[in-house]
Structure formats: structure tokens, C-alpha cells
């Protein structure tokens, strides 16, 4: 039996015209046997903290009055083998020229979340894959998602990624980590430095991986995997 693992996929600045410059695609992904254990490992730092059990874990509560909490969560994830994660960093979206490549913003957004998840996926294994999708997103464009990534993979009958579905962050630990996560990295990209409790958290990343946060990581990194993308590379 091939080996079945749960992708967690969130994203921090997609939308074409917010403003914002770097745009983060990223993922968590664990063995789908493990998932319910991580969830528990994590619930109980929760509750260690003296936070309810449904307390979410997002960037953007991050502050310094719970940093004990955050760098916690933050070691058991680096502790823990099983649980990886994956980055697109874009460097500036609004840089992009979607006309000039015939395309529109979703379909470069296709593009962007199959370079994202490629390097995850693998032939001999299964995969179920969960987004949490903020927006105008919604299960057609889920559908219209996995339709692309399976057929960019020859995996027309849909062996490879069995299942994509919206996945509400409340919903999922490994959701929430993933957020962690990408909110870091997108952080790290903007060079900001008002939150000393999410500066913090950035150090502790950079010291865990060795890694700026800023550049692509090795290729075959698996843990804590970065790849910097350039509009510039359009052209």
C-alpha cells in the first residue's frame, strides 16, 4: 500500500490588488497515519500555556505577552521528523504583468501553488491535501485547482492527489502551524521590525535552519524548504 500524507496549504498577501508586495504560498505536510497526533501534541501546548483548546494558532496574534507559547510550538515543530514545511516566497507581485503573458491572476496562481507543491509530491505515494481558502476562493476553484495540479502530474485519474478540499484553520493544528509558518517567512521578506514578539520568532527560525528566510533554501531541504520566486522571471 502506497503511503498516504496530509498537505496543510494556507497563503499570506495572494490577492492581485492588495497592496502588498511579497506574497507567500507555503505548506505543512506530515504523514496522514501521524496527523491526529501532531494535532494532540500541539492541542496540549495549548493547554500547557493556559490557552483554550481552540485557541488558533495565527500570525497574526503573535505578541509578546505569549512568545513562551509561540517559540514552544515553534520547537515541536522543529523537533518532530514527520512534520515538514514548504515555501513559495514571491518576492514583489505587483511587479507581475499578466497580460503581457496572456493570463490572468488565478491561472498564474495555479502556477504559483503547483511550483509550490511539486516538490511534496511524489509518484509512489497518496496525498490529501487541505487549503484553507480566505477570499472569493470557494469549492469550484478548489476543484478547478486539483483538476490542473493532477493533470500537470500525468495523474488523470487522480491516484496520486486523492482528495483537495477547503479546510477551515480553526479546523486543523497542522493548518494553523502553517500560518505560523508562512507568516514568518512573508514577515522576514518585508523586513519588518514594529513586533518584537514576531522578531523573535524569526530569529528562532533562522537559528533552528541556518537559513535567511529571505533566499531559497537548498534544493533538497526537506524540513524547512524555501524557494524564492522573481516576477523578473516571467520575462
Known amino acids: 500500500m502506497n503511503e498516504i500524507y496530509n498537505i496543510y496549504c494556507d497563503e499570506s ?10 506574497m507567500v504560498i507555503g505548506a505543512v505536510w506530515c504523514s496522514s497515519l501521524l496527523a491526529r497526533a501532531h ?25 509578546e505577552s505569549k512568545i513562551d507559547f509561540y517559540l514552544e510550538i515553534l520547537e515541536q ?9 514548504r515555501a513559495l516566497l514571491i518576492t514583489d507581485k505587483r ?14 496562481y495555479y502556477k504559483m501553488f503547483f511550483d509550490m507543491l511539486k516538490f511534496i509530491i511524489g509518484p509512489k505515494a497518496k496525498y490529501r491535501i487541505y ?5 472569493d476562493w470557494g469549492g469550484s476553484k478548489v476543484d478547478h485547482l486539483h483538476e490542473v495540479l493532477s493533470n500537470n502530474m500525468y495523474d488523470f485519474s487522480r491516484t496520486i492527489v486523492e482528495r483537495m478540499q477547503i ?30 514578539g514576531k522578531i523573535r520568532l524569526v530569529d528562532f527560525i533562522r537559528k533552528q535552519t541556518g537559513y535567511s528566510l529571505q533566499k531559497s533554501t537548498l534544493v533538497r531541504e526537506e524540513k524547512f524548504n524555501i524557494l524564492r520566486w522573481s516576477p523578473r522571471e516571467m520575462k
Open 13 to 22: 498577501c495572494h490577492l492581485e490588488h492588495d497592496r502588498q508586495g511579497a
Open 167 to 196: 479546510m477551515r484553520s480553526h479546523e486543523s493544528e497542522l493548518l494553523q502551524v502553517a500560518d505560523l509558518l508562512i507568516g514568518a517567512v512573508s514577515y522576514a521578506a518585508r523586513e519588518k521590525d514594529e513586533n518584537r
Open 39 to 63: 494535532a494532540r501534541t500541539f492541542r496540549s501546548i495549548k493547554i500547557k500555556h493556559g490557552l483554550d483548546p481552540h485557541f488558533e494558532i495565527k500570525w497574526t496574534k503573535v505578541s
Open 131 to 135: 487549503i484553507d481558502i480566505k477570499d
Open 95 to 108: 511587479l507581475l504583468d499578466h497580460k503581457a503573458h496572456n493570463q490572468n491572476h488565478d491561472q498564474w
Open 77 to 85: 515543530f522543529f523537533t518532530n521528523q514527520d512534520i515538514h514545511f
